[in-house]
């Protein structure tokens, strides 16, 4: 009974409380002048990769590293299949591929690198180092660029930060509330890895399977309720510049992060299934952003199937789950 209180608790939190960070900084951020630009590439990406992050982190220092690699691929499957389905499923996506070609070219190629990373077993320090100076200049790169130029990427990224509302409270209120929100953020994470660390025992399975599915799901509600409510307002190409930014997020700022403090491992089952997973629904994103192809309702549907399908797998024991 303690397992399912401190998840549901700990999903409540994580909810809660990175809706309160990401909507009290963009309302901080653009008091101070911040160009919506910057904003939604920065404080919207990482903003909603928040939970994620904090998770990880925290699997990291319990010893339960695997939580953390579980976390960032299954929540990269999440984001493509479960978020971006059920966005279609409420208003189709189409989006112009001049406007997201930098992005999925930028997240296929973080999937790539990560991918090839995990095959050698261990993400390490050095490594993390490297992801995180990556990122860096990734970001600083976009900034520079889409501030000089104001193309349809830049459009984009001004969408993402219009579509968080603003908190009409005085400055000193919205402080108050990015502290609360990060405080629950760091709660949520904590009894969310206490609660899934002791499902993985309860059921006998391995806790990477716990990050792939359950931790995966509860970490990645944010981009979910944000998707869902741009999809609602017709803002579909929204749901997918989230979805893009998150993605590379979580694939070099999480892993970075979480590398720094302890050597992150790829079992054999992450190695032999979920990375080939990871990139098969990686390079189908990418043909559908790069051609233009409309996300109608059907698609989003079987998207949505599909995730369930893969889900339910892991606790079938396909390909060895189950030990």
């Given amino acids: 009974m303690t397992t399912y209180f401190l998840i549901i608790a700990g999903f409540t939190l994580l909810l809660l409380g990175g809706e309160a960070v990401v909507r009290g900084a963009v309302s901080l951020a653009q008091r101070l002048g911040v160009s919506p630009l910057v904003v939604g590439l920065t404080i919207v990406g990482f903003g909603t990769s928040l939970p994620e992050m904090v998770v990880s982190v925290n699997a990291a220092l319990v010893e339960s590293p695997g939580l953390a690699v579980g976390n960032v691929i299954g929540s990269n499957i999440a984001n493509m299949l479960l978020i971006l389905g059920s966005a279609a499923i409420i208003a189709p996506i189409a989006v112009k591929p001049a406007a997201v070609r930098r992005d999925t070219a930028a997240m296929a190629g973080a999937t790539l690198i990560y991918i090839g990373l995990g095959m050698t077993g261990l993400i390490v320090l050095w490594q993390g180092w490297v992801m995180l100076a990556v990122l860096s200049a990734y970001i600083g790169f976009t900034v520079w660029y889409d501030n000089k130029t104001n193309d349809a990427v830049a459009e984009l990224h001004?969408?993402?930060?219009?579509?968080?509302?603003i908190i009409p409270f005085r400055t000193i209120s919205i402080c108050?509330?990015?502290?609360?929100g990060l405080f629950a953020v760091v709660v949520g994470a904590q009894w969310l890895v206490m609660g899934a660390t002791s499902l993985a025992k309860d059921f006998g399975v391995p806790e990477e399977v716990i990050g792939l599915t359950v931790v995966a799901i509860g970490t990645s509600l944010p981009e979910l309720?944000?998707?869902?409510?741009?999809a609602y307002r017709g803002h579909s190409d929204v749901c997918v510049g989230n979805v893009l930014g998150s993605n590379i997020f979580n694939?070099?700022?999480?892993?970075?992060?979480t590398a720094?403090?302890?050597?992150?491992?790829?079992?054999?089952?992450?190695?032999g299934i979920d990375l080939w997973v990871l990139l098969g629904v990686t390079a189908l994103l990418t043909v559908f952003m790069f051609g233009g192809?409309?996300?109608?309702?059907?698609?989003?549907?079987a998207f949505v199937i599909g995730y369930i399908v893969y889900v339910a797998a892991q606790f079938m024991g396909f390909g060895g789950a189950m030990h």
Avoid: N
């Fill in 251 to 257: 694939l070099f700022g999480i892993t970075g992060v």
């Fill in 176 to 180: 108050g509330i990015v502290a609360i």
């Fill in 158 to 165: 001004h969408e993402e930060a219009e579509e968080i509302g």
């Fill in 293 to 301: 192809i409309r996300v109608a309702r059907p698609v989003g549907l």
């Fill in 225 to 230: 309720a944000t998707s869902i409510v741009a």
């Fill in 260 to 271: 720094l403090f302890a050597p992150l491992p790829f079992l054999d089952r992450i190695v």
